[in-house]
């Protein structure tokens, strides 16, 4: 139904920068919140930040500052921005869209498989 791919991971030096993508497909109506959490080895999945349709945007404070998120409506793209690198923000980033679909009134939260950030101290 709906299919969200990340791109943009891999290695980098602490103090460096990185972009992520995540592009939504499928049989999307509207797409309401869209945003990114991460979760570290032997942690819990975290909030990283979240982006609304009319570009409200929320951020944990561990990343702000540091961290941008944007969006582009007519692609159902959302990006995120990470510089000045930390080695805690090691971890796989996953993205997640909350979307009405085509055929439902209902809207539901549709996740990536998440793309892996490696920050070394």
């Known amino acids: 139904q709906v299919q969200l791919v990340e791109s943009g991971g891999g290695l980098v030096q602490a103090g460096g920068s990185l972009r992520l993508y995540c592009a939504a497909s499928?049989?999307?109506?509207?797409?309401?919140?869209m945003g990114w959490y991460r979760q570290a080895p032997g942690k819990q999945r975290e909030l990283v930040t979240t982006?609304?349709?009319?570009?409200?945007?929320n951020y944990a404070d561990s990343v702000k500052g540091r961290i941008t998120i944007s969006r582009d409506n007519a692609k159902n793209t959302v990006y995120l921005e990470m510089n000045s690198l930390k080695a805690e923000d090691t971890a796989v980033y996953y993205c997640?869209?909350?979307?009405?679909?085509?055929?439902?009134?209902?809207?539901?939260?549709?996740w990536g498989r998440g793309t892996q950030v490696t920050v070394s101290s």
């Open positions: 997640y869209a909350n979307v009405r679909l085509r055929t439902s009134s209902a809207y539901r939260d549709y």
């Open positions: 499928g049989s999307i109506f509207i797409i309401d919140s």
């Open positions: 982006i609304t349709s009319g570009g409200a945007t």
